[in-house]
């Protein structure tokens, strides 16, 4: 959905443009618009039930004590995968922020007798569906995507992948 703003002006030749009827706002995405903004009014309430909202304001240290654990839990499950733990940048995504990027961490996934590509394909098409990207031939998960209640199952995912 996009909200155009601007000139009072401005708007109404938008208003009166021909597309203007097959690309105006329905009663169902002005509800979800609004249900969004008063999300916004309380900041702890905003966190909690908005997620796109609570992966951009974790804070680093939280990101970092996250990758620990997703590695401890790799290891657990994939004792043959070589994790390491590193400082990345997640981006914010194509739309309206492309370059904008964050400080984040990411558990970076290599085995020895598996190319990353192998892994990669294989994580993708278990029953947990992990996508992560990949770096240097090693599986490269940004954990500012992931909340703490995940972790066991991708951990689980290498375990029924790796074999």
Known sequence: MRVIVGRKVLIEKLRKHPLMRAVRVDKICLMVLERTLQLFR??????REHPTYRM???PPEMLQSRAVELARLISVQAPKAQT???ESQAFLGSGSLPTEGLRSFIVTVSLPEM???ELAKRLRLDSACVFGRIEN?????????????????VAAAFGRVVL
Do not use: H, K, Y
């Open 56 to 58: 951009i304001s974790t």
């Open 42 to 47: 309380d900041p702890a309430r905003l966190r």
């Open 137 to 153: 031939n090693r599986v490269c998960l940004d954990v500012r995507t992931l909340n703490d209640e995940q972790l066991p199952a």
């Open 115 to 117: 190319s990353a590509t």
């Open 84 to 86: 390491n733990i590193a």
